[in-house]
C-alpha cells in the first residue's frame, strides 16, 4: 500500500471536541462485510448486533501524563511522561518541549514546586530522560499536577471532567498516554446488558503510546516502523478465548490496540499465549487475522496505523464506502467521536 490509500476528506467540523452527555448514545456504524451493507444504530443496540459472543476490552488506564512547568530562567516547559525506566523508579521517558531547548543538568519546577525534574540526557526527536523527586510521593504528585494527555486534534486545553471521560470505565491499569477510544462508548450498565444477552467479557492490557497518532510519513507503508507498545495477556482471558472456540463463539475485539495485543501473542498455531511483552506489529492489507473475528472501532485519522488495521480487517474499499458514508451522514470522528462494529462473515 502507499501513504495515499490511508488518505480521506473529512470537514473540520465532525472531529469531535467534547464527549457526549452519555457514553452510549453515541451513534454505531455497522459494516456488515458479508452482506456488503452498512447500517445505522445506536451504541446502546450493540448487544443485540452479535450473536453470543466474547467482547475482550482493553483495561489499560490514561494516568494525567502532561505536566507543566518552568525553567530556572522562567520559561515555560512542557513534559509528557511516556513511561517509566526499569532500572530506577522515579525516572522517566518524556518528550520535552520549551521554547529555547532543554539541556543536560537542567532543572525544572513542575505544578508550582510540588514535582521537580532534572534533565538526565536529551535524546533525538524531542525525547528526553528525566528524574522526577517530589517531598512525597511521585507518582501522586503526577496524579494531581499532570493533565490528562488529550491528542492533537481536539482543540482545547484538558479539563476536570477529561480525567473520567477520556477513560474508560473498566480501566485499571495504569500506563497509558492516549485511551483506547473504542471503550469510550461503554458505561457499566452496557457491560451488564452485554452479559444479560449472552455475551462473555475478558481483558487484556495494552499501554496506549503517543506513537498511536502519528502519520505515516513514508510513500510505502513497508517502510514504517511502528512505536513500540507493552502488553500483557492474563491467562483467564486465553482460557476465555479457548472456550469460546470450543463453543464457536466469535471474539469480538474492543478497539484496535486489543488486535494487535491477541495478534501479537499467538503463537505458532494461531493461539494466544499468556504473559507479557512489547510489539510493534503493524497490521495492515493483507493479514490473516488469528484470533478475532469481529471488531468494535472508531473512526481514525487518515494516513494512521490505525485505519491501515481497519483496511485489513473490514476490507480497503468498504472501508473508504463506510468512512464516505460516515462523513456524509454526519458521525462524529476521533477520540469522542462516535462508533463502528465491522461484522465478519465467519467461516
Known sequence: MRISDLDYDLPADLIAQEPLEKRDASRLMLVDVGANRTEDHRFAELPGLLPSSLFVFNDTRVFPARLFGNKPSGGRVELLLLRKS????DRWLAMGRSSKGLRAGMELSIGNGELSARIVRVLDHGHVEVDLRA???VDASIERVGQMPLPPYIRRAARSDDRT??????ARESGAVAAPTAGLHFTKDTLSALEEAGHRLAYVTLHVGPGTFRPVQVESLEDHVMHE???EVPQATVEAIGRARE???PIVAVGTTVVRTLESSVNAEGDPVAGTGATRLFIRPPYRFRVVDHLVTNFHLPRSTLLALVMAFAGVDRTRHAYREAADRRYRFYSYGDAM???RELT
Do not use: F, G, K
Not at 86 to 89: A, I, Q
Open 135 to 137: 517531598d512525597s510521593d
Open 247 to 249: 463453543e464457536h463463539r
Open 341 to 343: 462494529l465491522i461484522r
Open 165 to 170: 471521560r477520556y477513560q474508560t470505565v473498566y
Open 229 to 231: 507498545e507493552a502488553y
Open 86 to 89: 526499569t532500572e530506577r523508579p
